[in-house]
């Protein structure tokens, strides 16, 4: 995968339709972060809100859907090579429990 | 009996007890009916020791169950849980197993069936070839003369009605409604939990060095360090170690170890309803063959990942990882449920099953060393069977009767004529 | 022994890669240990999860895509005026000893120029295994490294997946674990609250992405990390309302000699306190954040005194408000590899696991060297040494077994000098364990529904009831309860788990708790399985198949 080269305002990704813009360089739980968002996904029992923890890619608190694909690290992904983020519920497959197989 | 015993306690004590007491065959001599007549020791607190605990604690016995390491630690923790008829053609482990799963059932009831995770999902074998259906459906032909529920699902629509996310490649398989689950830690936990209640007590971290004898007759075991746990009659139901401690009590036993791995996806929901498995898993289950083979088993837990099996390696104790396998059992699970694809493996267990050269289990007692009763060996069964071993231990134990419906003789281990003492 | 058994008979689709070396992490140890084997011209593969060299301790932004050039010129990448690119310029004042870093990274450089290190970045080990020798021999390619032809040992096998998912086999004759170390979060109410994080969470994100986590911060737990943290937020402008630390300055008392032997560290924690007294930051020696409060994100914390035996004083809690809050009870080792590979473990200082190694940093498993955080907790200038150490030692094992060249004299003499390093900070590192313990009373915070496992979210009554009923260590509580099957495989909650069962453990068996040494877990080591050291989607291990062998022929 190569990466945008563009430096500067106008970088960003969008967060459930919101545009987040971020430096080259940042996590998208940092973009997150500094845009005042610290949650983004809901636990699979309790339906808790969940954001950044160790922020170190260890504890895999700061799941969320990237361009849909589902539960991904949050602290790990790049801001950089992302266009779509999307908060996620439950176990972040639960659309496949929907799923006709009329469907396909 | 206690005063309070539940019904389902009665009834285990009635079949337990009732009858004549074929005094003869027993292990020790009861002095009189329904009395504590004497000390049991378990050595291995895995499902099959736990369930020969259970049944030995209420036919009255005093029961010390004694384990190296801890409950539940060892192949228990390894396995998915299954109770499954479906993979069994007609002969004597299918009659064992389906008076395990009557008794499952009725252990289910009593200790509360979401305590052990027991789940009537039934299992669905799906067929990846049509050659591979039609040996299928004679298998099931078979299996339904015997008295199985066994249905033909004809298409793969309605194999996908069954099981949504199946792939549309598959041209069809056979519904079996009696296949079980049960989560086998917290059902070994259970049943110990249950046993201590009517008296059992439990030893962990002592290992057993061998057999104390007078006049030939076992009168106790001694542990490492030089303790003598004195018993009236000792069960070896240490699973993969059976054939170790067998040596260790005087009565070997060919128990080996069959590696498995099973692969634990992250957590996704239950969107796998049974226990789906590729026909070829039956072959290889009954197969000799030492070199790797693979077949296709996936279900969903309470827990809400998915488990994958099932491997098959003849290579020792060998305790390392195989990346080679965990591939093949990965490209075969996303075969039949391409959803997987996506899906994360987090962790992979391997365990030992305990197998026989015949692939049945040893269950009776050791015509060599009087008062030593083998109940291991039951391969990638243990789970399911446990039920009705610790059951036929506990008959043993009594002195009788058997049950009819069990040809029992099939599982002694006078069978193994070659293994010398 | 290591059991032939797991040789892969037929082919599986990864491209093998022959090194001499493998260094799984590039932090200090591994840095250091990579620069030692390149320099003696060992074919080094250095492997590591992030997108920079550095680890955790040198955290730097994510590289540009120009990375490797960079590195070898030492060019900064294009900054844009303040939305520009995150420049590790601007973040020097968050390191320590950068110096060391920027020779060990030019080394590095040098070292890929001379097309003698293969850099993975963005590189999970998924999986290893040692294989046996008939596999060398037979490995396309061999290896045409200096030294000893197959000296009929084995070889480690890790199996990789890179930045784009590739897959591949990286095949060593030796490998290094530097894999560090997280924070250790022990469970308290609120702790799942969106806003409270581990102090190493706040770091990463101030060192690798130059963001706060909030305006208004506390910090607690114990041990010297809490202060670079606190200097590091408190310089860029974030009000930090107080360092929690659960134990006294004073406990240092008993390890003074220690102390005076390293001057460099007593200098490091000097300045930062000097730093925390110049922004009046407080400093709160035993206290500990007994709650943190709000509905979906945090909004204050509550805030208590240890009493002389470790246990929180709840009848008198202070509240603050805070928008974030930081934790850490000292750290992790990351063993997951080491795990795999069956390395025998041992208790370490603060009583949990960490990989056993000789005074050459070997484990227990032939070729297998483990250097850094695996090895006990103990800082980065420990980690150095240990690092070198381990690299001389592949040196020596691969080009001069027997030790009589004129190079080896010389390293001996190297040797010499980064050992008795090594020992001296070890035993910093057991003091400041010893100065820093977890408080035995900290579990008087957690309450019936506080959540111990963040993953499989299993409330402390959980966990507690499978306690009383006899799980006496991790794997028993995860078995009953669940705690630590989920997402981070008990990576977060094995330590309060171990705990919480070890404390039963001990109350039963009616041993004396120790009044302020570390709580005993040994119940933790040594029971802990790990086959697949990261998550890896089912789609990329059914890809490692050929296509011919992924499709099952059915007609058989």
Redesign the interface.
Known sequence: ???P?H???GLGFTFDGRRI?H?????V???L??HDI??WRT????G??????????????C?VTVDG???QRA??V?A?EVEEITTQS??G??R??L???AD? | MAADASPFEVLCNILLSIAPMARGRGVITRSEKGERMGRVVVIGAGIVGAACTWYAAHAGWEVVLVDRGRPGAGTTSRGEGNLLVSDKGDGPELDLMRLSRRLWLELGDHLGRDRLELDEKGGLVVATSDAGLAGLRTFAAGQRAAGVDAIDVATAGDLRRLEPLLSDRLPGGVLYPEDLQVQPVLAADALVAGARQRGASTRFGVEVEGAVTSGGRLTGVRLVGGEVLGADAVVNAAGTWGGEVGVRLGAPIPVLPRRGFILVTEPVGPLVRHKVYTAEYVDNVASNDAALQTSTVVESTRGGTILIGASRERVGYDAGMSPKVVARLAAGAVEIFPFLRRVDLLRVYRGFRPYCPDHLPVIGPDPRVPGVIHACGHEGAGIGLAAATGYLVARYLDGGPMPDEVPVSAFVPDRFAEVSV | MIDAGTVTADPVNETVTPVDVAIVGAGPAGLAAAVTCARAGLRVCLIDRGTSLGGQYWRQPAASPDFLQSLVAREAPVSGPGRGPVHPRDLRHLHHDLATFDALRERVGEALHAGLVDLRLRTQVWTAVVTDAAVVTDAPGGTDAPGPAADGAAVVDLHVLGPAGVAGVVRARRLVIATGAHDIGLPFPGWDLPGVMTIGGIQALLKSSDVVPGRRVALGGTGPFLLPVATGLAARGVEVVGVFEANAPTGWWPHLSTVVRNPDRLREGLAYAATLARRRVPFRPRTMIVEAHGHDRVEAVSVCRLDRAGRPGLESVVRHDVDAVGIGWGFSPILDLAVTLRCATRLGDNGFAVVAVDSEQRSSVPMVLVAGEPTGVGGAALALAEGELAGHVVVADLTDPVGTTARSRRTGQRLRTVRRDVVRLRSFATAMHAAHPIPPGWAAAVRRETTVCRCEEVDAATVLEAVAAGADTARQVKQLTRAGMGWCQGRTCEPACALLAAGAAQQTTREKAPLAGPVGASALAGDTERLVAQPVSLGALADLLPRSSSQPSHDQ
Request: with cysteine.
């Open positions: 995968m190569t990466r080269d430096v500067g305002p813009h430096r080259p360089g940042q996590t739980g940092a973009a972060v500094e610290l949650a636990t699979r029992h309790d808790r809100p969940r954001g950044l923890f160790c922020g170190i890619g260890v504890c895999f608190d799941l694909i589902p539960n602290c790990v790049l950089d439950g176990s497959h639960d496949l429990a799923r006709d197989p396909d």
